[in-house]
Nanobody
């Protein structure tokens, strides 16, 4: 069974950091593009970042550019989202998603993803 499990969320003060992990089971991530999305209460789901399967190409939303870094460790079958300089407006449930995409392009739109994790809560508050 293909499964994605996010972890690493929590409560952090403004300006702090968190690293989210997205671990895959039941399949290997090598040929999958991975995206991170978030949804705050009362707001639509927002694309945060994504990484291609092979050449490491990345995409970041303007709201997180320069603060968040996406990376992947195929040996550990895990993708990470390092979040620095966190702001209260980063508060949301964060989801990772995967889509089979061996050609190596980034996949920025949520509708193109086939597999989703259950989400992890990130709360930025003093």
């Amino acid at each position: 069974q293909l499964q994605l499990v996010e972890s690493g969320g929590g409560l952090v003060q403004p300006g702090g950091s968190l690293r989210l992990s997205c671990a895959a089971s039941g399949f290997t991530l090598d040929y999958y593009a991975i995206g991170w999305f978030r949804q705050a209460p009362g707001k639509e789901r927002e694309g945060v970042s994504c990484i291609s399967s092979s050449d490491g190409s990345t995409y970041y939303a303007d709201s997180v550019k320069g603060r968040f870094t996406i990376s992947r460790d195929n040996a550990k079958n895990t993708v990470y989202l390092q979040m620095n300089s966190l702001k209260p407006e980063d508060t949301a449930v964060y989801y990772c998603a995967a889509v089979f995409n061996p050609v190596g392009t980034v996949v920025a739109y949520a509708d193109e993803y086939d597999y989703w994790g259950q989400g992890t809560q990130v709360t930025v508050s003093s």
